[in-house]
């Protein structure tokens, strides 16, 4: 077997730590270009600040570090008005600086004073009135100034654990090499499947379905996924029950005893199946931090668990005690005083880690079933613990250093990923750079040959040698875990789901010849479903009957705008942003969407996609309707020209189903 990026391992993560860093290089450099060439007022008007900021409170998180509150300062705030804070773009999850404020007008706002004069944490609530940031440093001494800011930064946390990850991969012995990863790096054959199903160890043995309405390609995708030894890949086109499918198999593993790690790289890919499988009374835990997780999910947190479980009592104590500590530091301006107190502090926190590393550690070892983002999966908690099964959700839309963390912190044996590697991968910054796009010139020749690969399924089947040698794409950071195992072994690792519930047959017809093999099939449910038919009063037009409306807007009628965010170009070039709108072309879908409105669909059916924020934003049409439009959950079928650059196709599709 020739030696390549995808089969020799140290070669492999090698190459993934190269990709990663110019990956993590591109990000910091794009956020430090804006940071130093905007003002304070610039970069708050673009949403990547919020001004004029007090702390309000500051308590004890989990791992012990302190949770700092951030409201508006009520100077600012006229009389008779609400204390919000004005719109902004920072998000649970963001890395931010919490900075005494700047004069409103200073240029220069260089990343290097940031991380000098201000504390770094993560975002972890964000509410209309105020924003929690839990600090990176236990022992970060709060910016004191009446007057603070918190300015986004460059994200390089999931960066850190991909790198570690990757590191660890480079660094194991060839002695160290489960039979599992000698699979995934196709150095060995998937074990063949069993075919007996008389035979007691056959998974397959007295198989009975929880869901009885499973269609047979999913049940071909479960029945395939219990029975294979090491992968399974379940290629799950839009709406088609990826997830649905997940979780029989999930039900079917645990009546097996197995023992179960649930993972995406998303909170919302994660939640989605925790509030599946809670609707089935599955006990299971739920890692992650609860400001981040889905309220319906949050009994399942191991946060709240921490709090609620018999063992818990000991770590609240503790916690009680520092969350005292913390605001009598805030009382005090006497410098010995408040030294004394974080020595104190210093002490609780070593408590408050030994205790709560035993409750969590009881709680999570107890568990069938962990569920956690892919990024969540390697801290401390799952640190060398056992599990059966590793199954990941959306693993198409992960980079492969990102699925590598559960695998290779945790002990596992079996992998099963669902996903469809024919929709949008990961979002890569580094392919704007020059070296980047001549890699991935490179790889266009590689890449055919796996599409073509994963399309006609007979022609390498079960010959993974000759797949490699004829795939063999050197790696881009774009090229995903699904990709490479199918690109290794061939198509006979992988079960396609073909019957889709969301599309109307005509909407569906595209994309499934284009990217499916004409395999998809609509629900009998869904398959000539119109407006017109929906369960209210809709009219009987020439817009409520067609399922799908083509508007041809080539030509010299629609001209494009390049817009800026009007705050004008930085001294690096760097615009905060740079977007297209085309006015013409709003008018149009603004006469299509008020046709839909007189004829009885109601605005909250209705929803508009646009792959420009100018288009979303600028024109005031556009504003118009964001503002009437904005609970739109539903989607009418609506095209137009930019419909045919072929990623923006995929996204479309995606975004252009609905459900009933
Ligand atoms: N066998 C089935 N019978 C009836 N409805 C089904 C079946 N399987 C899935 N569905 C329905 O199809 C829709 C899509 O299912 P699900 O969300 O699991 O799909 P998915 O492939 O994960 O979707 P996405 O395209 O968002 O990734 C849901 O409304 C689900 O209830």
Redo the contacts with the bound molecule.
Sequence with gaps: MPKSELTDIPAFAATQLSLLDAELQAELSETNALLSSHTPTALSRAGLAILNLNVSSIRTGLGGKPVVELALDPAVVAKGEKSDIPEHGIRTGDIVAIQDQPAGSAKKTEKRELANEGVEGVVLRVRRENIEVVLDKEDADTPSGSKLWIVKLANDVTYKRMNQTMTKLQKLEDQEYTPFMRVLFGQASPTPIPTDVNDPSNPLHNLEWH?P???DS?KEAIKFALTSREIALIH????????????ELILQLLKQKLRLLVCGPSNISVD?IVE?LASQKVPMIRLGHPARLLPSVLNHSLDVLTRTSDAAALVQDVRKEMDDKQSSIRKTRNAKERRQIYTELKELRKEFRVRERGCVENLVKGSKVVLATLHGAGGFHLKGQEFDVVIV??ASQALEAQCWVPLLWVKASKLVL?G?HLQLPPTIKSLNTKDAKAAKKDNKKGDKTTDRKSKGEEDVEGNAESAVKSAAPSITLETTLFDRLLALHGPSIKRM?T????MHEKIMRFPSAELYDSKLVA?D?VKARLLKDLPYAVQDTEDTREPLVFWDTQGGDFPEKIEDDGIGKGSKGMSLGDSKSNDAEAALVKMHVRNLIDAGVKADDIAVVTPYNAQVSDPPCMIAWRLRFRSSARLTALYNSWLSYPRCLKRRF?AL?W??
């Design positions: 869901d309405s499973l269609n999913q799950g086109p839009p709406g088609t029950g990826k997830t649905h499918t997940l979780i989605n599946r959700d959306e669902a469809d789901l019957t889709q519930y969301r629900a449910f995606r189903s459900d009933p």
